[in-house]
């Protein structure tokens, strides 16, 4: 049972405008969640991630929002770029040392110029 | 973050042959690296945690005999996939754990098995 979710495997939009990219998650005792972003045959590298004290984290053009009641986070990625074409994986963790990620599928961003 | 290296970044293999695939954390010390597997257009799957020093922990379903993990110091942690077959081929990623929670990856090791 997948325990984090992408349910939206591909995601197209042009250059300029927002991406938005969601996570679901079924497990409530996660408490930290991370984004990263996979080119073919890379690993993935880190985006950017969130506590789950918080509901919003910025780092330039890229925000991830938290609802914890909800189980979702997004990433926001304005204004979107060619070159944020790849795939967006969300990960989950429980914060206590030695703690895997657990990755969701991911979802393809293609940005159009 | 960590800086991390793996190689090989591709490798072809025969059937029944073993492969080994090394980890390196090249600026960071890293007690906990973390395996994954990743097949064609699926998540990254949990393979197996290894601590420095001890015994890797595996992910229920994988076998700890095929795919062997040793993890002698803290910059090297290595993945030998034994006896090797086709349906082994898939893409295979480290990561290594800084602080709690977050993990910086190699850039994977494609694997083929022939």
């Known amino acids: 049972d997948q325990q984090v979710k992408q349910n939206s495997p591909s995601l197209s939009v042009q250059e300029g405008r927002i991406s938005i990219l969601n996570c679901d998650y079924t497990n409530s005792m996660f408490d930290y969640f991370l984004w990263y972003k996979k080119y073919p045959a890379e690993g993935p590298t880190f985006l950017i991630s969130i506590s789950s004290i918080k509901d919003k984290n910025e780092d330039g053009r890229f925000t991830v929002f938290l609802n914890k009641s909800a189980k979702h986070l997004s990433l926001h990625i304005v204004p979107s770029q060619p070159g944020d074409s790849a795939v967006y994986f969300c990960a989950a963790s429980f914060y206590q040392a030695g703690t895997a990620l657990i990755f969701g599928k991911g979802t393809t961003l293609s940005v159009s110029s | 973050g960590a800086v991390v290296s793996q190689h090989p970044s591709r490798v072809i293999c025969k059937s029944g042959t073993s492969v080994k695939i090394e980890c390196r954390s090249l600026d960071f010390q890293a007690t906990t690296m973390f395996w994954y597997r990743q097949f064609p257009k699926q998540s990254l799957m949990l393979m197996a945690t290894?601590?420095?020093?001890?015994?890797?922990?595996?992910e229920q379903g994988v076998e700890k005999d095929k795919f062997l993990i040793n993890h002698a110091s803290l910059t090297l942690s290595t993945l030998t996939v034994t006896s090797a077959h086709p349906e082994d081929s898939s893409f295979y990623i480290c990561?290594?754990?800084?602080?709690?929670?977050?993990?910086?990856f190699g850039q994977g090791t494609r694997l083929t098995v022939v």
């Open positions: 990561g290594v754990l800084s602080g709690n929670t977050e993990a910086f």
């Open positions: 290894s601590n420095e020093g001890s015994k890797a922990t595996y």
